[in-house]
């Protein structure tokens, strides 16, 4: 219910614009979380951006990332710029409705995309 598009191969130093569009209900009244999950490792919350457009980033990535919404078209991006080869995994969205903001971890969570890869090289 939940696809996510714009991951790929780029150096370092490059940026990507990932975009979450859902499919069968609209984002708007949705809390939107992305998170990543790189080989070996746990599944890391990145960004989450409420339903009023607050948003959250994990300390790796602020000043590099920003998550915006844009409801006409049903879609939440993730901008990355100055992307790191520490950057490279897999990148999720993730949605949920219930009350408070952020949820920085997977649970809770009601959909969830089936990702896309995002390799940085070096």
């Known amino acids: 219910q939940l696809v996510e598009s714009g991951g790929g191969l780029v150096q370092r130093g490059g940026s990507l614009r990932l975009s979450c569009t859902a499919s069968?209900?609209?984002?708007?009244?949705?809390?939107i979380g992305w998170f990543r999950q790189a080989p070996g490792k746990e599944r890391e919350g990145v960004s989450c951006?409420?339903?009023?457009?607050?948003?959250y980033y994990t300390d790796s990535v602020k000043g590099r990332f920003t998550t915006s919404r844009d409801n006409a078209k049903n879609t939440v991006y993730l901008q990355m710029n100055s992307l790191e080869p520490e950057d490279t995994a897999i990148y999720y969205c993730?949605?949920?409705?219930?009350?408070?903001?952020?949820?920085?971890?997977?649970?809770?969570?009601?959909?969830w995309g089936l990702g896309t890869q995002v390799t940085v090289s070096s």
């Open positions: 993730a949605a949920y409705s219930s009350s408070g903001f952020p949820h920085r971890q997977p649970s809770g969570y009601e959909y």
């Open positions: 069968g209900f609209t984002l708007n009244s949705y809390h």
């Open positions: 951006i409420s339903n009023e457009g607050m948003t």
